[in-house]
């Protein structure tokens, strides 16, 4: 048995898992030892819980900072001094690592070597929340770890297989050359649901299937047959749906405006994008899908509405790439439990044959649709770590 560590570092969040590997590659040929979520991070609300092979919560705690904020940066050596102290650290024979932007050249995971750190650090300003914290603990674990094989793998990979009519944007051809396209993100956990998604139905063929990924980032996929053919998110991480503090699409009108009309400098209309907008900027209480929802406050239902509203827009204009809709599969934190945000998405798409059982909405059970209903609807929970297990142990064990 060997062991994989995995880092899988979002916008708020870090999660990890020490999955064990006997070496069969199916996904359900890793067992998890350990898996940990720090959450909250850049506020002042961070929080670790890590949970045993069982499932067993063995640490849950407040995470205090040394300044004002607890960050990636915290987190992170929390989690070295975490994995040193285990009994078996030194079976971990492979790391593998969430990496959002793979660019135009990184395609598939790719071992991780110090020209290719280099490479993927030129596109933090294309995933400025996730990229550098992506890549800094790969450079951590060069040091601590010299002799353990480290593989990245990218959130955009799943969507290569997109039709260049798809990736483009209506922009002088030299650009498009150049690489500004849609790459789309949130690829891992598309791939893993699109694995997953034939046990639940019972056949190969799943068909035309949106998937929505509603995490503190958010995005919707169109999938056909298991490959993606359209995405909500396009060059950055920041089109699409509105997301936890992220506009989501915006006339890029706007930026024009605050740049040249509000004399706002660059870095700060990206702080304004990324950071003041989305759930947070809507409703001025939030950027947590619970707070929203328990909130008295006119504005934080407004924002709830106005994120349903832009989901179930972006689900017809999949829908129209996909021509019909057979399957909407919900994930990640808000899609696999906020069965208010559920139940409001799929009443805004029942024109397209969604009808969902609302008992089964609200138990949070697999299959919410109704058995008549012409589209299935499903909650299936997204595993990232597992997925990028998966890919690690593929590239180099
Ligand atoms: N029980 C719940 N009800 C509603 N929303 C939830 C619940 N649990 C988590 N969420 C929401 O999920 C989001 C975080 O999702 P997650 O996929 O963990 O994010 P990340 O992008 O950091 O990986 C937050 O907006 C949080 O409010
Ligand atoms: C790409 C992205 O938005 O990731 P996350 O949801 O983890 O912030
Ligand atoms: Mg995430």
Redesign the pocket.
């Known amino acids: 048995m060997r062991d994989i560590l995995v880092i899988n570092s979002?916008?708020?969040?870090l999660k990890f898992a020490l999955l064990g590997w006997g070496g069969d590659l199916s996904l359900d040929g890793f067992s998890v030892h350990y898996q940990g979520h720090f959450s909250g991070l850049g506020g002042r609300q961070a929080r670790l819980s890590i949970r045993d092979g069982q499932g067993a919560v063995i640490r849950d705690d407040h995470l205090i900072a040394d300044v004002d904020q607890y960050d990636h940066a915290a987190a992170l050596s929390e989690l070295l001094n975490w994995m040193d102290a285990l009994p078996d650290a030194g079976r971990i024979s492979a790391i593998g690592h969430r990496i959002?932007h793979g660019g135009r050249h990184y395609r598939e995971p790719v071992r991780l070597d110090e020209g290719v750190l280099k490479d993927l650090e030129t596109l933090i300003p294309l995933?400025p929340?996730?990229q550098p914290h992506g890549l800094a603990p790969v450079r951590s674990l060069f040091t601590l770890r010299p002799d353990v094989p480290q593989v990245a793998c990218f959130?955009t990979s799943f969507h290569t297989t997109q039709a260049p009519v798809a990736q483009a944007f209506a922009l002088p051809r030299h650009l498009t050359e150049a690489g500004l396209i849609r790459y789309g993100?949130?690829g891992l956990s598309y791939d893993y649901i699109s694995r997953r998604l034939p046990d639940h139905l019972g056949t190969l063929e799943t068909g035309r299937v949106v998937a929505a990924?509603l995490?503190?980032?958010?995005?919707l996929c169109a999938i056909r047959d298991g490959a993606s053919v359209a995405s909500t998110?396009g060059f950055t991480?920041l089109d699409g749906l509105p997301?936890g503090t992220?506009c989501g699409t915006i006339d890029p009108g706007v930026v024009l405006h605050l740049l040249t009309h509000e004399n706002m400098s660059p870095a700060q209309v990206s702080d304004l994008l990324y950071r003041q907008s989305g759930l947070l900027g809507v409703s001025g209480v939030s950027a947590d899908m619970r707070d929203l929802i328990q909130s008295p406050v006119p504005a934080a239902r407004e924002a709830v509405e106005l994120f349903s509203y832009r989901i179930i827009r972006e689900i017809g204009s999949l829908a129209a790439a996909l021509e019909g809709l057979d399957h909407l599969v919900f994930t990640?934190g808000i899609g696999e439990h906020a069965a208010p945000v559920r139940a409001m998405v799929c009443q805004g798409c029942e024109w397209l044959g969604v009808r969902i059982d609302e008992a089964r909405n609200e138990c949070g059970e697999i299959r919410i649709s109704m058995d008549d209903s012409p589209v299935g609807v499903w909650v299936i929970p997204t595993d990232e770590e597992r997925m990028i297990a998966w890919h690690a142990a593929r590239c180099c064990l």
């Open positions: 979002g916008s708020s969040s959002v995933a929340l996730h959130d993100f949130h990924h995490g503190n980032g958010a995005s998110m991480a997301m992220r990640a």
